[in-house]
């Protein structure tokens, strides 16, 4: 009954340090999406997936990379860490985008800070 | 491009009180979704409206679609400590991609005893 799992819960990196999010779910959704969420500024989409080997660029995109190799994981990464990439991150599912059934499935949340 | 504003930003009250929060779109769309979010947490669900003038119940929460279908309301009644956190609401437009949902920058409610 795990739902959407994210690794880690916190992080701290230095500027120009790289590190990976990890998303799992459980859920057998064919969609997923990573969101940054920010202080007066709400959720925004940074980059999604409509299925297993497929990715695809949301709002802000610029500084991040992500992977879908397996249809259960959806991986963030950050190649050279800036201070503007200090963020809460977050990671969600669909199982589908018939309207009013795209509901999405949240989890808890990575904090990382960049020094 | 479309623009989604949620009012207020801000609201702190008293246990017991009414409020009102206000979503509100420059565009038509086709389903709206009600989200809460608590500190250290991700935003869970509360509700899907998708027909225009819609008004669902969940218990002292009132949610309601305009009928133009470009905003919609949510009103808590007797509010109680345990309502305190982020409230965002969620648009879908019609001919949206799979690039998801527009969230509005939310709603933060403080509840006090």
């Known amino acids: 009954n795990a739902g959407v799992t994210q690794t880690p819960k916190f992080r701290v990196l230095k500027t120009g340090q790289s590190m990976t999010l990890l998303c799992a779910q459980d859920?057998?959704?064919?969609?997923m999406y990573w969101y940054r969420q920010d202080p007066g500024m709400g959720l925004r989409l940074i980059h999604y997936s409509v299925g297993e080997g497929t990715t695809a660029k949301g709002e802000v995109p610029d500084g991040y990379n992500v992977s879908r190799l397996k249809k259960q994981n959806f991986l963030l990464g950050l190649e050279s860490a800036a201070p503007s990439q200090t963020s809460v991150y977050f990671c969600a599912s669909t199982p589908g985008l018939a309207v009013g059934a795209n509901v999405l499935t949240f989890g808890a949340g990575s904090r990382l800070t960049v020094l | 491009t479309q623009l989604l504003e949620q009012s207020p930003q801000f609201l702190s009250i008293q246990e017991g009180e009414n409020l009102t929060v206000y979503c509100n779109s420059s565009s038509v769309f086709s389903s709206l979704q009600w989200y809460r979010q608590e500190p250290g947490e991700g935003p869970v669900l509360l509700v899907t409206?998708?027909?225009?003038?819609e008004v669902k119940k969940l218990k002292r929460l009132t949610f309601q679609f305009g009928d133009a279908r470009k905003d919609s309301s949510l009103h808590i009644t007797a509010a109680q400590p345990g309502d305190t956190g982020l409230y965002l609401c969620a648009l879908e437009y019609s001919g949206g991609g799979a690039d998801g949902l527009t969230f509005g920058k939310g709603t933060h409610l403080i509840i006090q005893p």
């Open positions: 409206v998708v027909t225009g003038g």
């Open positions: 859920m057998n959704h064919e969609y």
